[in-house]
């Protein structure tokens, strides 16, 4: 008798089971999840310009040891000029050296023996500036700059070498004619002691990776999470190697390797049908949850979505 009770009650327990189960697997509408969260601070000015003429703020190369590259069909005269305002330059700012590297180096010196007529009985000098750059909402990371050096420069002190170089570091041209970047020489000209401050200011700003969730979307059915984000490195280095991690009401659901990211590349993840474990309320995505990339900012890692 006995056997048969218990016979009875497994069996009411394996309908009542199945009836949970198939109904909480009925197909039902889809609850959109809407962002919650405080917009991440900007990086922003990190530097002070003042009235210094510049090509854009942030402007910078992601080191502060640069390579240089000098085109074998250079004389020793603008070879001479171009080193001396590299040590110049170098003097000044303080926080940047340079050494000598080859054909890969960033900054690549060329030399040409045209006179480039500029109109006025004015002829170019010389042209320099940033020749590749990756831009982010926070930083222009300079990739490569380069400078051309032409024939004409009268002066001992490396004035045009200098001005040119300043160009590469995202300084245009000053209405200041004793500045070295005013548009036309002068064999007087220097740099300017805020062309130092700046240039000290932003490249002491140590050079991290900086991940950021950009935009996230999803919606929960039943108890499936689907979910789309995109996430950017917008520092200054390479990230090697980062997770995103998902979480339910504070419990962590899953984990997801995103790998290495480059400087102004991105990762956009695309997930379907994640099960979670009851009803929710709250999800957060945590891009580098442990905390173990070293980044610019921390608050721009994490989204929260409610119901």
């Not at 069996?11 to 009925?26: G, Q, T």
């Not at 020793?76 to 590297?101: C, H, L, P, Q, T």
């Amino acid at each position: 008798m006995v056997w048969k009770v218990a016979a009875v009650m497994i069996i009411f327990m394996m309908v009542i089971f199945s009836v949970a189960l198939m109904f909480d697997n009925l197909p039902r509408a889809p609850i959109e999840l809407k962002v919650n969260y405080i917009e991440p601070k900007n990086v922003g000015a990190v530097v002070d310009y003042g009235a210094v003429p510049i090509f854009a703020e942030n402007l910078r190369f992601n080191h502060n040891l640069i390579s240089y590259w000098i085109d074998e069909d250079c004389d020793k005269v603008r070879r001479d000029d171009m080193v001396a305002a590299f040590n110049i330059f170098s003097s000044e700012v303080k926080v940047i050296a340079f050494y000598e590297g080859n054909g890969s180096s960033d900054i690549k010196v060329e030399c040409s023996n045209d006179f480039v007529e500029l109109g006025d009985e004015l002829f170019a000098a010389g042209e320099g500036g940033p020749s590749r750059i990756i831009n982010t909402s926070g930083f222009k990371v300079i990739e490569e700059g380069k400078v051309i050096l032409y024939n004409g420069e009268d002066c001992v002190y490396p004035i045009v070498a200098l001005h040119e170089l300043g160009h590469v570091f995202g300084f245009d041209h000053s209405p200041d004619i004793r500045n070295i970047m005013y548009n036309t020489s002068n064999c007087w000209q220097r740099m300017s002691p805020d062309m130092g401050k700046i240039m000290r200011e932003l490249y002491l700003v140590e050079a991290l990776a900086d991940a950021r969730v950009e935009s996230v979307n999803g919606k929960i059915q039943g108890r499936y999470l689907d979910f789309n984000i995109s996430i950017l490195n917008e520092g200054l280095v390479r990230i090697d190697g980062i997770d995103l991690t998902v979480i339910a009401d504070g419990e962590i659901v899953d984990v997801v390797d995103l790998g290495d990211i480059e400087i102004g590349y991105g990762r956009t993840l695309r997930v379907e049908n994640m099960l979670l474990d009851g009803k929710v309320e709250v999800m957060e995505f945590a891009v580098d949850y442990s905390d173990k990339v070293l980044e610019l900012k921390e608050d721009n890692n994490r989204v929260e979505m409610k119901i």
